[in-house]
DNA sequence: TGATTATAGTAAGGCACCTAATCATAAGGT
DNA sequence: ACCTTATGATTAGGTGCCTTACTATAATCA
């Protein structure tokens, strides 16, 4: 596995190649967004067997254990998604037999949404599966590490948040 | 600006009403995921105003001082895409005035891409602030900040390594 | 009561990625 | 020379996200 995608390889060869200064903090932030999408391609990975994606997934999750059903706005308050893309995943998801919709009992605007028991099953493994998969890319990483980690994340988070409000942007060189 | 994203807010909300032992490995996680989605987010925000996404701006920055030009699958090398997904790319950047085609000289199944003046121009100015933003991100990181950091994502990495070959999901649960 | 405002779920269209297929061209083999 | 294989760019279609608009319904206001 490498430790920077091809386009942040060649993205520094030309800070490189322009003489920019901190070439190393440039390859640092791409360290962190190539991980990233490391971890979301391996993710993708284990949930495509199943015909889910990760967004899917978090639905699954979010029905889990939750007989009396949800409604397509709470998915996509909770999901973090607009309810255009509830929908669509919903109609994926109910195409593959896990999740049913019903109107809703008291307010004809809405419906609910629930677990097939196929749906639960799966959601009940999966979820498992997936939370030990995750916590093992933390595998012996000591109290002291993990703090380290986060710590150092949210100095660039930070940073970045300081970034957005004092360094905008200008169109003017277009 | 969040340190988690809502979809992890509430995967972790799950994990701890499901009494999962390693929320806190969890965790770490989702706040890798969701930096690399705040940077994600914010690189978008700064490039929108040209109308470029990052996929354009690599594209850009991959065309910058060569006016030999360069062909698409060139460039879908360099920027580890697909061919068809440079074809699109180049659409646009092509409808605003940024890149032009011309045919090969030698191999008739080919086309040299190269920037405009506009595009060169862009791609100076932006190439610049953009490596400066993200130079930034890392401010006040000492030398021994950014060594521990990349550390800690390589363990990460190497975690995420292993757990592809050792630890395949099965899909015998769905 | 009727008008206005707000909410719910979905449709339509856009974007950026993918895969597979297509047509044209080039290279290699017999 | 002809056939086979490989390569290049694009097309078609799918997915998952977005925004906007739409229709139906509910809530609020005068």
């Not at 284990?46 to 967004?55: D, K, Q, T, V």
């Amino acid at each position: 596995m490498e430790s920077l995608e091809q386009k942040h390889i060649s993205m520094i060869a030309e800070a490189q190649r322009r003489g920019r200064g901190d070439a190393g903090g440039i390859r640092l932030c791409f360290e962190v967004l190539a991980l990233a999408s490391a971890i979301d391609r391996s993710c993708a990975l284990r949930l495509a067997p199943h015909r889910l994606s990760e967004g899917k997934f978090v639905l699954l999750c979010l029905l889990h254990d939750r007989s009396e059903g949800l409604a397509p706005h709470e998915l996509s308050t909770r999901a973090g998604v607009t309810r255009a893309t509830v929908t669509g995943l919903l109609d994926g998801l109910e195409r593959d037999g896990y999740v049913s919709r019903q109107a809703h009992r008291e307010d004809r605007r809405k419906i609910l949404v629930t677990l097939t028991p196929s749906g639960q099953v799966l959601a009940d493994a999966l979820f498992d599966e997936h939370s030990q998969w995750i916590a093992s890319l933390f595998n012996e990483f000591e109290p002291e590490d993990r703090k380290t980690l986060s710590n150092l994340l949210a100095r660039v988070r930070h940073n970045l948040a300081e970034g957005k409000h004092t360094d905008t942007p200008s169109a003017e060189g277009a």
